[in-house]
C-alpha cells in the first residue's frame, strides 16, 4: 500500500514558479526534452551537458528538495544495474576496446552504456520534475486540453483512482490467505497464487461493474465533456517558448 | 399528492433464472421518506435499481408520472438519485469536485451553474473545502458524504440511499443522519439498520424473499417482533421503538 502510494503522488510537493504553470506546458516541456534527448547521438556529449543543465534550471526553478529528487530517481537503479552495467562486456570489441586486468571492455558497448544511463536519467528526472510540481488531476484536464481523447484520459485517471482501492483489496486479500496458511515464508507457489489472483480478477471485475452502474445512474451515457478550459500566461508563454529554443538549437547542432 | 414512486406489479429475475422480485406493489408520496427493510437477498437493492431503469422487469415503474422506459432515462436518472453502499465505487474521478460535478455535467449544464451546485452539494454534506481532494485520501464517512454530495447536485426529486449507514463508525453515522434529516426531498433507503431507519423514516416496508410483506407506520412494523423475526429481522437489544411517539420524542 505504501509503495503504490510512493509512485502516485497525487499531491504536488511544495510550491513554486513552475507548480503554478499550466500543465498543458509542463507536459509538453517534460515530454519533448526526452523525446529529443534520446534522438541525440550518444556522442555529442556536451549536447547532453546541456540538456542536464536545462533540467538543474527547472530543478532550481522548481525547489524541490535534491535529496527528494535523488530518493526519487533511484527508480532506474535496477533497470541500470540488470541491463546496462554488463553491456561493456558483451560488445565485441573493437580497435578501441580497452584491456583492464585480462578483462576486455568494448568502446561500442561502453557507449552503449552511457546512451542508455544517460537517456534513462534525462527521462526519469523529466518525470519527477513533471509529477513533483504538477497534481495528477492537473495533468488529467492538461491532456484533455491538449486534446488527448477523453477516453484515454478517462483510462488514466481511473486507474489512478483505483489503483489505491484494488491494492488494498488485494493487500486485505492476502492477508486473509496468509493468516489461514500460517504464514509462507518462502515464494509463494503456484497452486497457491492462482486461486488469489483468479478472486482478486472476478472482484475486480465486478468492482468495475458497480462503477459502471453508479455512473450511468448519474447519466453517463459514454462521452463526457471536457472540463473547464486553461488560460496560459504570460510566464507560460516564456517557459515553453524558452524551452523550445533551447531544445532546438542543441538538437541541430548536436 | 401526485406519487412520487409508483410500482405496479413489478416482477424481475436475474439472467439465470434466479426470481428476485414477485409482484412487488409500493407507493411512494411526494416528500415522504420511507424505509425499505428486510434480510440480505430478499430483493431491496433489486428494487432499488428499478428505479431508475439499470434493471428493467416486468411491471409498472414509474417516478413522478413518468414511467421509467429506455427514452426517459435521462430524465429518470436526473430526478431519482441512487447512492450506493460503497462509496468507492461512486467517487470515480480523480478529485472529489469532479465527482460531485460528474451528474450535472452529465446533464449538460452551463460550467457556472454546475460550480453553484457542485458548492451547494459539498455545503449540504459539510465538505465545502474538500473538493480538491482525492477520495482515496477521505475517511470512510467523507466519502459517503461527498457520495451522496454526488447525487444531491443533479438535485433529484426522489433519493435512494443503500444501506447508508454500514461500517460507519457512531459519530459518522451522526453526522450523515442530521445531513440526511435536512434534506427536503422523498427519500427512500435500503436498509437492515432498524434503529436508523426508525429515526430517519416515517413509514417502512418489509421485504422477504423478492415480496412487500408488511407496510405501514415505521413504529408499528417495528414494534412487531413476531412480523421481524418471520422475515429474517430483529431489533438491536435494549431497543424499543416507540409506537406512535416518533415525533413528541424529537
Known sequence: ?254 | MNAAVLIKNLDYAYPDGTKALNDVNLKVAEGEKIAIIGANGAGKSTLLLHLNGILQGDGVVEVLGTPVVDNHFREIRQRVGIVFQDPDDQLFMTTVAQDVAFGPTNQGLPTAEIAERVHDALTAVGMNGHGHRTAHHLSFGQKKRVATATVLSMQPDVLVLDEPSSNLDPRARRHLMEILQSLHVTTIVVTHDLPYAYELCDRAVIMSDGKIVADGPIGKILSDEELLLTNGLELPHGFFPVVGGKKERR
Open chain 1, 1 to 254: 500500500m505504501s509503495g503504490t502510494h510512493h509512485f502516485l503522488t497525487d499531491e504536488r510537493y511544495g510550491g513554486s514558479v513552475l507548480h503554478d504553470l499550466d500543465p498543458r506546458v509542463k507536459i509538453i516541456s517534460m515530454l519533448s526534452l526526452p523525446i529529443v534527448a534520446v534522438s541525440t547521438p550518444a556522442k555529442s556529449v556536451w549536447a547532453f551537458v546541456a540538456y542536464g543543465l536545462i533540467l538543474a534550471a527547472c530543478l532550481g526553478l522548481s525547489r524541490l528538495p535534491l535529496g527528494y529528487v535523488a530518493r526519487r530517481s533511484l527508480v532506474i537503479v535496477p533497470f541500470v544495474l540488470a541491463v546496462a552495467v554488463f553491456l561493456p562486456f558483451f560488445h565485441d570489441a573493437g580497435p578501441g576496446g580497452y584491456n583492464i586486468g585480462g578483462v576486455r571492455i568494448s568502446e561500442t558497448g561502453t557507449l552503449v552504456l552511457w546512451n542508455t544511463m544517460v537517456k534513462a536519467t534525462i527521462g526519469v528526472l523529466s518525470v519527477i520534475i513533471l509529477a513533483s510540481t504538477t497534481s495528477f488531476a492537473e495533468i488529467i484536464s492538461g491532456l484533455e486540453g491538449l486534446r488527448v481523447p477523453r477516453v484515454f484520459t478517462l483510462i488514466l485517471s481511473f486507474m489512478y483512482r483505483y489503483a489505491f482501492v484494488l491494492s488494498e483489496e488485494f493487500q486485505r486479500m492476502r492477508r486473509a490467505f496468509m493468516s489461514r496458511n500460517g504464514g509462507v515464508r518462502n515464494l509463494w507457489h503456484a497452486d497457491m497464487l492462482g486461486p488469489l489472483l483468479g478472486s482478486f480478477f472476478l472482484r475486480s471485475y465486478d468492482r468495475g461493474e458497480r462503477v459502471h452502474v453508479a455512473m450511468t445512474s448519474r447519466g453517463y451515457s459514454g462521452s463526457m465533456k471536457v472540463s473547464a478550459p486553461h488560460t496560459a500566461d504570460t510566464a507560460d508563454a516564456v517557459f515553453l517558448l524558452t524551452m523550445a529554443f533551447l531544445l532546438l538549437m542543441i538538437r541541430i547542432s548536436a
